[in-house]
C-alpha cells in the first residue's frame, strides 16, 4: 500500500471517528431532551395541582372568613342585647 492510500484511510478513520462522537452526543442529546420533556411534564401537572389546590384553600378561607363574619355579628347583637336589657 502506498503513503497515499495510507493517507486516505488515516482519513477515512478520522472522519468514522467523528461520526461516531457525533453520533454517541447525539444519543445522548435525545435522552436528555426526552428527560427534560418528562420533567417539564411532570411540572406542569404538578403547577395545575398546585393551582386547584390554591383555587380550594382560597374557597375554603373564604368560607371561614364568612362564618367568622357571622359568628362576630351574632356576638356583637347579643352584647347589644345584653346592654340594653341591663
Known amino acids: 500500500m502506498n503513503e497515499f ?12 471517528s467523528k461520526l461516531q462522537s457525533y453520533k454517541s452526543n447525539n444519543h445522548e442529546l435525545i435522552n436528555e431532551n426526552q428527560e427534560l420533556k418528562a420533567k417539564i411534564e411532570y411540572l406542569e401537572r404538578r403547577e395545575s395541582e398546585l393551582v386547584t389546590e390554591l383555587e380550594n384553600n382560597k374557597l375554603e378561607l373564604s368560607e371561614k372568613s364568612h362564618l367568622i363574619d357571622q359568628a362576630s355579628n351574632k356576638m356583637e347583637e347579643l352584647l347589644g342585647s345584653i346592654n340594653i336589657d341591663g
Open 5 to 16: 492510500q495510507q493517507q486516505i484511510l488515516k482519513k477515512i478513520d478520522q472522519i468514522a
